[in-house]
């Protein structure tokens, strides 16, 4: 038997609900604005694939990606995109049982999600597996 909730309690669960629905709010706000950009026809084609995961092979995936140019691509649009590609593969995963993140170790294949991620940010490649960067700003002169 479960006890009532305080008014404290109802009230942090109101509060956060609230939040909740005004994060999406505004990260659907986001996803819009990156399809109503100049780079709207390109992009919403890898959203529809992001929402037909279970169609996609991940080879047509990291394919479709690579053949973007995201040199003209501004980065706060990438990030957009690499969250909705985040949010797509977890919900796959947990719609099929699996557990929702599953990386790879060090010396095994990269995952898709990581191959995408390295596609869009790839001066931070290495940097996911911690490996200092020699050439990064902060360690020259």
């Known amino acids: 038997m479960s006890r009532p909730l305080s008014d404290k309690q109802q009230k942090k669960l109101a509060d956060d609900a609230r939040l909740l629905r005004a994060w999406k709010k505004f990260h659907r706000d986001e996803c819009e604005a990156v399809l109503a950009g100049p780079h709207g026809v390109v992009l919403s084609e890898l959203f529809r694939m992001f929402k037909n995961l279970k169609h996609m092979q991940p080879s ?11 040199a003209t691509i501004d980065y706060p649009t990438r990030l957009v995109i690499i969250h909705e590609i985040d949010n797509a593969i977890t919900a796959f995963r947990e719609k099929r049982g699996l557990e929702p993140i599953d990386d790879n170790l060090p010396g095994d294949p990269d995952t ?15 940097a996911h597996r911690g490996a200092a960067r020699l050439e990064h700003p902060s360690f020259t002169a």
């Open 112 to 126: 898709p999600f990581r191959t995408i991620k390295a596609i869009l940010f790839p001066s931070n490649e290495g």
């Open 60 to 70: 047509q995936l990291i394919g479709y990606t690579q053949s973007i140019d995201w």
